[in-house]
């Protein structure tokens, strides 16, 4: 058919009396009055109808025989994938106890800081360009979490949530070079800043720059206002080695963290501050040095001599009865003569 103006008009004619059919069918309900048409109608096209599906049956069974074998073949494949999955849930003992270990030590953490913590589970780490030292963590807004709020492990300070989502959140590291918390020394109080280095140990500007510190003194968190984005009281890690004092008004120590921070695995958002400072208890004990055993070695003679020693011990109580060098026994005169039996001699004369 040629497209002209009076096919238009028959084509809009023909639409018009499809919708008037139309709505007259609905508001007649069973009693509609096209209802003799439609039977009619199912009279004249059911057999075609028919006749179509049964010529074209077979190529619909084949066709949902594909659709169904590719769907038995996701199903296979999804229980293969969870057999493996159970496979490796039981082969992982070691690991399961790990993480157990480490949740153990992040709650004890949390209680004795009286830090309120929401458990999460590293899922993702960021690209490591540009020093970029980030973290994803399996939880979001939906579990409380907000941006700039304090992350923590069972050994101290991670990081702080940078990125909330609906159900994750990034975390930038404690270690990353744009990362920066204020710190607190043990017992001496003395304030700084620590900037992390990558890699490196944490570089911590100590704001007296006459303050006594050495290697082995340890730093927590000073806190935040409002304990965002830190929460006072977090270990951060202990001195390694001390800049000489230049007397500039700040001084530089490096810190090596407490965090290993390339095998985070299980951390705790901090979602409830805690009601006071904890100051220096979440820090753990020091260990107690071990006690100096002094061994002393007498070592034998090169030659193999006897010690004057054992020359005394030898020497002592000579066995009776023998007559010792430089000793004359009783009543013997050393050279068998009497010295006075030889004056009177020489007294008489006699030859």
Do not use: C
């Amino acid at each position: 058919m040629r497209d002209t103006r009076e096919s238009r008009l028959l084509l809009v004619l023909l639409i018009a009396i499809a919708f008037a059919l139309i709505t007259v069918d609905i508001r007649g309900g069973q009693e509609s009055p096209v209802d003799g048409a439609r039977q009619a109608a199912a009279a004249v096209f059911g057999p075609v109808e028919n006749g179509v599906a049964a010529a074209v049956d077979p190529v619909g069974n084949a066709i949902g025989a594909v659709r169904d074998s590719g769907e038995r073949h996701t199903r296979i494949a999804a229980l293969e994938r969870e057999n493996a999955e159970l496979k490796a849930e039981l082969g992982s003992d070691d690991r399961n106890r790990s993480r157990l270990r480490e949740l153990d030590s992040i709650l004890k953490t949390a209680g004795a800081g009286q830090y309120g913590i929401k458990g999460a589970q590293v899922i993702a780490i960021g690209a490591a360009q540009g020093f970029s030292w980030t973290v994803t963590v399996d939880i979001g807004a939906r579990d409380g979490v907000k941006r700039d709020m304090t992350v923590l492990n069972g050994a101290g300070l991670v990081g702080r949530v940078t990125t909330v989502g609906p159900s994750t959140s990034t975390v930038l590291l404690a270690n990353d070079p744009d990362f920066t918390v204020g710190t607190r020394m043990e017992k001496t109080d003395e304030l700084g800043f620590a900037t992390g280095q990558g890699d490196r140990p944490l570089l911590v500007q100590l704001l007296n720059g006459k303050a006594k510190v050495k290697p082995g003194d340890r730093l927590v968190t000073f806190g935040s206002a409002g304990d965002k984005p830190f929460v006072p009281g977090v270990p951060v890690g202990e001195i390694v080695r001390v800049d000489p004092a230049g007397g500039g008004l700040t001084r530089n120590v490096y810190v090596r963290p407490y965090v290993g921070f390339t095998k985070l695995d299980i951390v705790g958002v901090v979602v409830q501050a805690p009601g006071s400072d904890p100051r220096d208890m979440v820090l753990p004990p020091k260990p107690k040095p071990a006690p100096t055993v002094t061994v002393t070695v007498t070592p034998p003679p090169p030659d193999g001599r006897q010690t004057n020693a054992d020359q005394q011990n030898q020497g002592q109580k000579p066995d009776q009865g023998q007559n010792p060098q430089g000793q004359n026994p009783q009543g013997q005169n050393p050279q068998g003569q009497d010295q006075q039996g030889q004056n009177q001699d020489q007294g008489d004369g006699t030859p």
